[in-house]
């Protein structure tokens, strides 16, 4: 597996004691692209709907065969992300993304694992 940039926004959000970036897009932000994260390790992987689309296969049916390339955690096991994110204690938090589109000028770029690469 490889991995790809995606642009996305970040947030500080409250983990526990301490507060942890955590990154988020909303639909057709320049691709429809869905985050999730490995619950044992916190790798972030972003699924390109549109791949996903045409290569015929469904993500759903494609983590069952894949492990996470970070930890080796079956990615069955991921979650939706930022929704929920594994803290640096490494318990779980939690957070929902705003609805609105905050300026374009706060983008970053970040690196996820592609399950279709």
């Known amino acids: 597996m490889k991995k ?3 642009r996305v926004w970040r947030e ?3 983990c526990g004691s301490e507060k942890v970036l955590v990154y988020w897009v909303l639909p057709d932000t ?3 692209v869905s985050l999730f994260t490995c619950r044992n390790c916190g790798a972030i992987f972003g699924v390109d709907r549109e791949r996903e689309h045409y ?3 469904p993500f759903e049916e494609l983590r069952q065969s ?3 390339p970070a930890c080796m955690t079956p ?3 991921l979650v939706e992300y930022p929704q929920t994110f594994v803290c640096p204690d490494g318990s779980e938090g939690h957070w929902d993304p ?3 589109y905050p300026p374009d000028a706060e983008l970053v770029t970040l690196e996820v694992w592609d399950p279709y690469g």
């Open 75 to 77: 990615c069955t096991e």
């Open 30 to 32: 320049f691709f429809d």
């Open 66 to 68: 894949l492990p996470c």
């Open 12 to 14: 500080l959000v409250p």
């Open 55 to 57: 290569s015929g296969r």
């Open 4 to 6: 790809m940039a995606i």
């Open 98 to 100: 705003p609805r609105t």
